[in-house]
């Protein structure tokens, strides 16, 4: 069982909040993740790369010189491979990287990467984090009265709130996401976790599979 000290907007301490990393995953597995990881990142390439092989490249397809009494290498066209300007011996082509684990998988994939940040101690957590309006000066001073500025940072949130979300994303290395949206690739990537106790009860909930009626009945 791990005691996360809360804390509020001004970095003061204003309570704790116990949680076990089992709850979330029972074990860490680091091939799961790699693959989960691996995944997304594949994912992301867009793939419209496009190189001319020596059929497309300009130039005559006449022999340079004689066969033989030259003294040189034997040559053909111009627009070979292995010479300067000529096309490229095995072209790349548009291609799609993406393919897709199962959702069970990446789901329990995720539950482990936030489960090990925990293990690292790399989660922080805060009472509530909200803006009437959005304000990156806020957010800014927020993160460095809990000692996260200047560090890569994910922001983690019950449900989408859009003025955390304009206020947060145009400083450097930090990202804002819904619970909803947590993946392993970008719970993994950033040194600090920053949570609201509302958004890391929403993600124990999500992991337990369970209604908030059932939750709250069992509370």
Same mark, same amino acid.
């Given at each position: 069982m791990s005691?996360?000290?809360?804390?509020?907007?001004t970095?003061?301490?204003?309570?704790?909040?116990?949680?076990?990393?089992?709850?979330?995953?029972?074990?860490i597995s680091k091939q799961?993740?790699?693959?989960?990881?691996?995944?997304?990142q594949a =994912?992301? +390439?867009? !793939?419209?790369?496009?190189?001319?092989?020596?059929a497309e490249v300009a130039g005559s397809t006449k022999k340079m010189y004689r066969q033989k009494g030259?003294? =040189?290498? +034997?040559? !053909?066209g111009r627009r070979s491979g292995v010479r300067r300007g000529g096309g490229h011996?095995?072209?790349k082509r548009p291609r799609d990287f993406s393919y897709h684990l199962p959702r069970k998988a990446l789901q329990v994939a995720a539950r482990m990467a936030l489960a090990s940040k925990l293990r690292d101690n790399q989660v922080v957590l805060l009472d509530e984090l909200g803006f009437s309006q959005p304000k990156t000066r806020e957010m800014a001073a927020v993160l460095k009265a809990i000692g996260c500025d200047g560090a890569s940072v994910l922001v983690a949130t019950a449900a989408y709130d859009r003025n955390v979300y304009r206020?947060?994303?145009?400083?450097?290395?930090?990202?804002?996401?819904?619970?909803?949206?947590?993946?392993?690739?970008?719970?993994?990537?950033?040194?600090k976790v920053v949570m609201t106790t509302a958004a890391m009860d929403a993600f124990r909930q999500r992991a337990s599979g369970k209604k908030p009626e059932e939750q709250t009945a069992k509370d």
């Open positions: 005691s996360l000290t809360v804390f509020n907007k970095g003061k301490e204003v309570g704790t909040y116990e949680v076990d990393p089992q709850d979330l995953a029972p074990r799961l993740l790699h693959d989960a990881v691996v995944m997304y =994912n992301l +390439r867009q !793939g419209t790369f496009r190189t001319k092989s020596r030259t003294g =040189n290498a +034997r040559a !053909g011996i095995f072209a206020s947060g994303r145009n400083i450097a290395r930090v990202e804002i996401a819904p619970v909803s949206e947590l993946t392993a690739l970008n719970v993994l990537r950033p040194g």
